[in-house]
């Protein structure tokens, strides 16, 4: 029988291995901190972690999504287009694009499709700001 998952705040006998530990406040640290220098050196930010298949993990990505977006608004690029992909939930849809995420893409999504809708999303806030 396995042990019971390690709670946060356990020492470090209690984590049962192999096991994937995180320190949220130097994650959350880190994703603002590689936002700011990207920002102040002119360079376009991929955010995206590939390297989890951890479902608490994908809902702490998905709900810094609207403070991410502030903070890029914040530092000046409130045209940055913010588009995501990956294994993405139907329910999470609503949440995400009211966060201000402009598509979102799944696994199989075809590329030239997807580039199209990106481009005409671009088009229009384009002809919006021209206006």
Same mark, same amino acid.
């Given at each position: 029988?396995?042990?019971?998952?390690?709670?946060?705040?356990?020492?470090? %006998?209690?984590?049962?291995t192999p096991a994937l530990v995180? %320190?949220?406040?130097?994650?959350?640290? $880190?994703?603002?901190?590689?936002?700011?220098?990207?920002?102040?050196?002119?360079?376009?930010?991929?955010?995206?972690?590939?390297?989890?298949?951890?479902?608490?993990?994908?809902?702490?990505?998905k709900m810094s999504m609207p403070?991410?977006?502030?903070?890029?608004?914040?530092?000046?690029?409130?045209?940055?287009?913010?588009?995501?992909?990956?294994?993405?939930?139907?329910?999470?849809?609503?949440?995400?694009?009211?966060?201000?995420?402009?598509?979102?893409?799944?696994?199989?999504? $075809?590329?030239?499709?997807?580039?199209?809708?990106?481009?005409?999303?671009?088009?229009?806030?384009?002809?919006?700001?021209?206006?």
């Amino acid at each position: 029988m396995r042990p019971a998952p390690a709670r946060a705040g356990d020492g470090i %006998d209690a984590i049962d291995t192999p096991a994937l530990v995180i %320190d949220r406040d130097a994650m959350q640290r $880190n994703i603002a901190l590689m936002a700011g220098y990207a920002h102040e050196h002119g360079l376009r930010l991929r955010p995206h972690a590939k390297t989890h298949k951890s479902a608490h993990i994908a809902e702490l990505q998905k709900m810094s999504m609207p403070q991410l977006i502030e903070e890029v608004a914040k530092q000046g690029g409130s045209e940055v287009l913010v588009v995501v992909g990956g294994v993405i939930p139907a329910q999470d849809y609503d949440f995400l694009k009211k966060a201000g995420v402009a598509a979102i893409y799944g696994p199989g999504t $075809n590329i030239p499709a997807a580039a199209a809708e990106i481009l005409s999303i671009l088009r229009q806030r384009n002809q919006k700001r021209a206006a």
